[in-house]
């Protein structure tokens, strides 16, 4: 079956501190995946995405995430946080057809807080 | 463009009433995506629409939930009659093209059922 896990439900890091949430998938065919962030009261926006290529992906606000298919992850880091970054974090896979890059499979979810 | 824009934002609502959700896309966009978040389930997704057709619905609960296109610039996602366990946050989401590669999601419609 396919699903993603994102075995960290709460995160907290101290600001300036460096930062990684796991994300493991299971999908059947050659994967796409997403990191997405979602902000108190609000909607879900794109941190990054990996199709195909270099395993390492930057993204928006300085993130970046690793695929490694050989341990079916897509781990997302940052090595630096800022107060700003504390949100939930959602990891997502997809087909990467026919609309797929909204038919989605999301985690449940890693919640970060930051310290000041 | 204002991004995909949802109303209402927060709807409280007796248990057996008829509820609405609308959803209107980006202009363009020619994929539509329903999804649900819930705290024991996370985000699902319920129903998505291609040039204004479902597509695949496969993921909408039970047959009180229905979800129409009736142009490329409106959605609506009813319940029909609402119970508690319905309490969520509905997404909609819209992206262009079968290889595009971002969904654009609203802001949500959070869903109170009492």
């Known amino acids: 079956a396919q699903s993603v896990t994102q075995p960290d439900i709460h995160i907290t890091v101290s600001e300036g501190a460096s930062l990684e949430l796991r994300c493991n998938y299971s999908?059947?065919?050659?994967?796409?995946l997403f990191w997405y962030v979602q902000s108190p009261g609000q909607g879900l926006q794109l941190l990054l995405k990996?199709?195909?290529?270099?395993?390492l992906v930057q993204g928006i606000k300085g993130f970046e995430a690793e695929f490694k298919r050989s341990q079916s992850s897509f781990n997302l880091r940052k090595p630096s946080v800022h107060w700003s970054d504390a949100a939930e974090y959602f990891c997502a896979v997809g087909g990467g057809y026919g609309g797929s890059q909204g038919n989605l499979i999301f985690g449940k979810g890693t919640k970060l807080s930051v310290k000041p | 463009d204002a991004g995909v824009i949802q109303s209402p934002r927060h709807e409280v609502t007796e248990m057996g009433q008829e509820v609405t959700l609308r959803c209107k896309p980006i202009s363009g966009h020619d994929y539509l995506f329903w999804y649900r978040q819930t705290m024991m389930r996370g985000l699902e997704l319920l129903i998505y629409?291609?040039?204004?057709?479902?597509?695949?619905d496969s993921g909408m609960p039970e047959d009180r939930f229905s979800a129409k296109m009736p142009n490329a610039s409106f959605s609506t996602l009813k319940i029909q009659p609402s119970e508690p366990r319905d309490s969520a946050v509905y997404f909609c989401?819209?992206?262009?093209?079968?290889?595009?590669?971002?969904?654009?999601f609203g802001q949500g419609t959070r869903l109170t059922v009492v």
């Open positions: 990996y199709f195909s290529g270099d395993t």
């Open positions: 629409f291609n040039n204004n057709v479902p597509i695949d």
């Open positions: 999908y059947g065919a050659t994967p796409y």
């Open positions: 989401a819209s992206s262009f093209g079968q290889y595009s590669t971002e969904a654009f």
